[in-house]
C-alpha cells in the first residue's frame, strides 16, 4: 500500500482556509492512507478557553470531519488528521480516522504537553486499533510518543502502522520514533508542521522534519525542518506482523514481566 504524510503551516484560528489547502495538497497525491498534522485546521497555541471553544467542533458532525469524509470517498484514501474536539461542553485535543466508507474513529490524546493542560481534557477513550483492509492503523497524537507505553500496546493490539499527528518542538522525537519501530517491529508515520507561533508570552518554533520508520528503524522518507511538503512511500504493512528478532526470539514471548515486577 502507499501512505503518506502533509507537512503544513497553518494559519491560526483560519479553519476554513487551512481546511481548504489541505484538501489542495491531498488532491494531488495517490495513497491509500495519509495523515495530516496535530491541530492541522486551527493551529496550536491558544491563549485563552474562549478560543479552545469557538474552535472545537463535535466529532463526527463538525466541519472538518465533514469534510474530509468527503475528500476521503472522492480520493478512496484513509485518512488521519488532528482538530480540537468538543464533546459535553469539554475540549480535547483529538484525531479522526475517516476513510471511503465515513468516520472510522476518534481518538483522544492522553498525554497533554504543557499548556495544553490549561484548555484540554484528558484523553478518557483508550487505545483503539483499526482494520482499514490493508492494513491496521493505531493513533498516537504527539506527546504520546514519550511514553513508550502507548506505541507497545498499539503494537500488541495488532498494528501494522501507528499514525502519529504532532505539532512537535521538542527535537529528540523524530529520532525516537525510530526506537518506537524497532521496538514494537511497526511502520511509524510522523506528520508533523513548520513555521512558528508567538500569541503568547513564548514563541514556539515547530521542526517539521515529518517521516515514515520501517518496522526495523529504517528511514522510509523525513522532511525538511521549514518547507510545507506531502511525501508518500510504498510499504508492505504485513510486514510488521513478523514479530521475530531470531528463529529463537520472539519480541512479545520473550519479554519477562515477573523478574521486572519483582524488582520493583
Request: glycine share 8%.
Amino acid at each position: 500500500m502507499k501512505v503518506g504524510f502533509l507537512q503544513t503551516s497553518p494559519f491560526f484560528g483560519k479553519k476554513d482556509e487551512n481546511i481548504e489547502r489541505a484538501v489542495i495538497m491531498i488532491q494531488s497525491l495517490q495513497a491509500d492512507l495519509i495523515v495530516l498534522p496535530e491541530l492541522f485546521n486551527t493551529g496550536y497555541q491558544f491563549a485563552s478557553r474562549e478560543e479552545v471553544i469557538a474552535l472545537a467542533e463535535e466529532v463526527p458532525e463538525g466541519q472538518t470531519t465533514r469534510a474530509l469524509m468527503k475528500l476521503s470517498k472522492e480520493k478512496g484514501v484513509h485518512l488521519v488528521a488532528g482538530l480540537v474536539e468538543r464533546d459535553q461542553g469539554r475540549c480535547y485535543n483529538s484525531s479522526i480516522l475517516v476513510g471511503p466508507q465515513g468516520f472510522i474513529g476518534c481518538y483522544r490524546k492522553l498525554h497533554l504537553f504543557y499548556h495544553e493542560k490549561q484548555w484540554f481534557e484528558p484523553g478518557n477513550r483508550g487505545l483503539t486499533v483499526y482494520d482499514i483492509g490493508k492494513a491496521k492503523v493505531g493513533v498516537m497524537i504527539c506527546f504520546d510518543w514519550f511514553f513508550p507505553e502507548v506505541a507497545r500496546y498499539l503494537a500488541i493490539q495488532g498494528a501494522d502502522i501507528i499514525c502519529h499527528p504532532a505539532n512537535l518542538v521538542l527535537p529528540y522525537c523524530p529520532q525516537a520514533m525510530i526506537t518506537r519501530c524497532i521496538e514494537n517491529r511497526v511502520f511509524a508515520i510522523t506528520a508533523n508542521r513548520i513555521g512558528t507561533e508567538l500569541r503568547t508570552e513564548e514563541t514556539l518554533a515547530f521542526i517539521g522534519t515529518s517521516q515514515i520508520v520501517g518496522t526495523k528503524g529504517e528511514m522510509l522518507c523525513r522532511a525538511s525542518p521549514d518547507r510545507e511538503e506531502a511525501m508518500t512511500v510504498e510499504i508492505g504493512p504485513t510486514v510488521a506482523r513478523d514479530k521475530n528478532i531470531t528463529p529463537m526470539n520472539h519480541l512479545f514471548s520473550d519479554r519477562r514481566f515477573q523478574i521486572v515486577s519483582s524488582c520493583t
